[in-house]
C-alpha cells in the first residue's frame, strides 16, 4: 500500500464510504463515487462496494483511472457506473466530485420518479433534484443521460453542487470536491424527509 499514490484523497474516500453507508445513505442494491485527484487521474470505488463490502474499504481498494477508464493502480473491478463518473469529471471544469447512492427517504421519491424539492436553506441555491428520463441501469444510455441532464445545468452545476434522479435507481450528486459532494448527498436526503413529513407537523 505504501507505493499507491494520492494517499490522502484515498482516506477522504475512506471515511465518505464508511459514513454512507453507516447514515444509510447507500444501502447493499449500490452506491459508488469518484473523486477526481490530477488532470485526467480519478479515483474510483471498486465494484460491489455496498453488496460485498458494505461500504467498509481500505485505502487501497480505491482504483486510480484515466478518463479512457484505464486502470492505473488497484486490482479489483470497475463499477458499472464507472463511465457516468468519468464523463461529469471529464467535462466539467468544477466538478471534482460525483457520488451515486441509494439514500433511504430519497429512494421514496426514486421509486416513484418523483424531484425532490428545495425545501430547506440547506439547497435553495442548488435547484431541485429533478429526474431523467427512466433508462435502463448500468447501461452507456443512462449515463449519458445523466450527463445530459447534468450538461443542460452547466451553469448551475459549475457554481454549485447538484443532483439528480435515475428513476427507479438511485441518486447522482456532484461537487467542487468530495467533502462537498457528500454534503450534497446528506442536504438532498434531509429535504427527501422534509417533504415527506411537510403534512404532519
Avoid at 75 to 96: P, Q, T
Avoid at 132 to 150: G, R
Avoid at 191 to 198: E, Q, S, T, V
Wanted: proline share 4%; net charge neutral.
Amino acid at each position: 500500500m505504501g507505493n499507491l499514490s494520492f494517499m490522502a484523497e484515498r482516506m477522504e474516500m475512506v471515511k465518505v464510504a464508511k459514513n454512507m453507508w453507516d447514515r444509510k445513505l447507500t444501502n447493499a442494491a449500490g452506491g459508488n463515487f469518484a473523486y477526481r485527484v490530477a488532470n485526467n487521474r480519478v479515483l474510483i470505488s471498486p465494484s460491489l462496494m455496498s453488496e460485498r463490502k458494505f461500504c467498509d474499504l481500505n485505502a487501497c481498494d480505491f482504483l486510480l483511472i484515466d478518463y479512457d477508464m484505464n486502470i492505473l493502480e488497484g486490482s479489483g473491478n470497475l463499477s458499472r457506473e464507472a463511465y457516468m463518473h468519468v464523463l461529469l469529471l471529464k467535462n466539467f471544469k468544477n466538478i471534482g466530485a460525483t457520488i451515486h447512492a441509494h439514500p433511504q427517504f430519497c429512494m421514496v421519491f426514486v421509486a416513484q420518479s418523483k424531484p425532490i424539492r428545495n425545501i430547506t436553506e440547506a439547497t435553495m441555491k442548488r435547484g431541485p433534484v429533478e429526474c431523467i428520463p427512466y433508462t435502463k441501469a448500468y447501461t452507456k444510455e443512462l449515463h449519458e443521460q445523466v450527463y445530459e441532464y447534468f450538461d443542460n445545468r452547466r451553469e448551475l452545476a459549475e457554481e454549485q453542487p447538484i443532483g439528480a434522479i435515475m428513476p427507479m435507481h438511485g441518486v447522482v450528486v456532484s461537487g467542487p470536491d468530495l467533502h462537498m459532494a457528500y454534503s450534497m448527498l446528506e442536504r438532498i436526503e434531509a429535504d427527501a424527509i422534509c417533504n415527506l413529513f411537510k403534512n404532519f407537523v
